[in-house]
T-cell receptor
Framework: AQSVTQLDSQVPVFEEAPVELRCNYSSSVSVYLFWYVQYPNQGLQLLLKYLSGSTLVKGINGFEAEFNKSQTSFHLRKPSVHISDTAEYFCAVRLIQGAQKLVFGQGTRLTINP | NAGVTQTPKFRILKIGQSMTLQCTQDMNHNYMYWYRQDPGMGLKLIYYSVGAGITDKGEVPNGYNVSRSTTEDFPLRLELAAPSQTSVYFC?????????????FGQGTRLTVV
């Protein structure tokens, strides 16, 4: 079965600084990869996804992620964060073949300080 | 655009009571999902459906039941509420699964069992 580990439960960053949120996955077969964002008291919203092709994926709000198959990682990055990026971020995987379900990581709470 | 609508937003149940969490989507999506979110645990899949009349168990189905009589509706039933079911519940839907398209989430139902 696939699993996802988000290496940091909380990440505090100053405004306009760069940020990286780390995600590692475990799966014996190929997967699709996703990052979702959850703003306070809201549902989840898709930031970006990797299905195939270029390993660098660009998403909404200036975020990007890089798929590294050898390291089984899918880290999320943003070169300059804003106060409005304060939220919880979830990495998720899904098998390319088989059960149609997303498996989520535990989440990383990103706090932007002025 | 309503998207995915969940009702109620908040509910307090006594141990042993039953209730139904409602979920409706107006995007004609075939795939629908129920997740629960516990602090520090990410989201866990309870049940999912790939179309009207078809449902399947996710990671944590015990204590829950679902039905899918129409494309639009995917209610989640708790028969005998237990404190362990205190959580935030999210319903989601997506159009396609091969390749997977964006999953749209409702705003959640916060359930407390006392």
């Amino acid at each position: 079965a696939q699993s996802v580990t988000q290496l940091d439960s909380q990440v505090p960053v100053f405004e306009e600084a760069p940020v990286e949120l780390r995600c590692n996955y475990s799966s014996s077969v190929s997967v699709y990869l996703f990052w979702y964002v959850q703003y306070p008291n809201q549902g989840l919203q898709l930031l970006l996804k990797y299905l195939s092709g270029s390993t660098l994926v660009k998403g909404i709000n200036g975020f990007e992620a890089e798929f590294n198959k050898s390291q089984t990682s899918f880290h999320l990055r943003k070169p300059s964060v804003h106060i409005s990026d304060t939220a919880e971020y979830f990495c998720a995987v899904r098998l390319i073949q088989g059960a149609q379900k997303l498996v989520f990581g535990q989440g990383t709470r990103l706090t932007i300080n002025p | 655009n309503a998207g995915v609508t969940q009702t109620p937003k908040f509910r307090i149940l006594k141990i042993g009571q039953s209730m139904t969490l409602q979920c409706t989507q107006d995007m004609n999506h075939n795939y629908m999902y129920w997740y629960r979110q516990d602090p520090g645990m990410g989201l866990k899949l309870i049940y999912y459906s790939v179309g009207a009349g078809i449902t399947d168990k996710g990671e944590v189905p015990n204590g829950y039941n679902v039905s899918r009589s129409t494309t639009e509706d995917f209610p989640l039933r708790l028969e005998l509420a237990a404190p362990s079911q205190t959580s935030v519940y999210f319903c989601a839907s997506s159009y396609s699964d091969v390749p997977p398209t964006e999953a749209f989430f409702g705003q959640g139902t916060r359930l407390t069992v006392v």
